[in-house]
């Protein structure tokens, strides 16, 4: 982290519930079906939008790290374009209602 990390204020978000989205548009919000996210593996990437507290929500890749019954974690892909103090690499807890797009892992 940077000095200058330390001192700039951090945005606060949460994550968007994108089955609540659909359900709302699922013309024009559409996710992966109940089989794709269920299926998801350590390693995959998938998209989740990260509501700001103030400001417009962004789209952002996640690798997924660890799968439960539960819930799923992993580590942000890249940096926020417009939220301050979210970073590449950055942890994150979501549940399968998060997600928003899969990129499985490519087979080595």
């Not at 350590?42 to 939008?49: A, M, N």
Request: aromatic residues 6%; without cysteine.
């Amino acid at each position: 982290m940077a000095l200058s990390d330390v001192f700039r204020r951090q945005t606060k978000w949460t994550l968007a519930d994108a089955l609540e989205r659909h359900r709302l548009a699922p013309e024009t919000f559409r996710i992966p079906d109940e089989r794709a996210t269920g299926s998801l593996q350590v390693g995959d990437r998938v998209k989740l939008v990260v509501e700001p507290e103030k400001g417009l929500p962004e789209r952002m890749w996640v690798v997924v790290t660890a799968v439960s019954d539960v819930g799923l974690a992993g580590s942000f892909h890249s940096d926020a374009v417009e939220m301050i103090g979210l970073h590449a690499g950055d942890a994150v807890q979501f549940e399968r209602r998060h997600v928003v797009a899969i990129g499985r892992r490519v087979a080595e």
